[in-house]
């Protein structure tokens, strides 16, 4: 495999948010860690369901799916697509700088 890549669990991950998401430029006080919860799992998911792809080869995918993850709430693929990001750059151990 020409790709090293760690994979840890989502209960690692899900310690790592906890404590990291606010310092990610997207995080704003009106919204705690539950409500970013649901991006950073699906991200994690869509990460290694779709290994070795790229993000924007995936991301009108995800952004479709996004409507019909049932752990969503009531978060918009807009309100969502950095920190989905943000998880996709974690478990594919690629860098996005900054929020888009």
Same mark, same amino acid.
């Given at each position: 495999? +020409?790709?090293? $890549?760690?994979t840890t669990g989502w209960e690692e991950e899900d310690a790592f948010w906890t404590s990291n998401y606010p310092t990610r430029p997207y995080a704003t006080s009106a919204r705690d860690y539950q409500s970013y919860r649901p991006a950073y799992r699906f991200g994690y998911d869509a +990460?290694? $369901?779709y290994h070795g792809r790229e993000w924007d080869d995936v991301e009108p995918d995800l952004s479709r799916s996004w409507n019909s993850y049932e752990d969503r709430g009531k978060s918009t693929w807009e309100q969502v697509k950095d920190a989905v990001r943000d998880a996709w750059d974690r478990v594919t151990g690629k860098h996005h700088?900054? +929020?888009r």
């Open positions: 495999m +020409a790709e090293d $890549r760690k +990460a290694n $369901r700088v900054g +929020a």
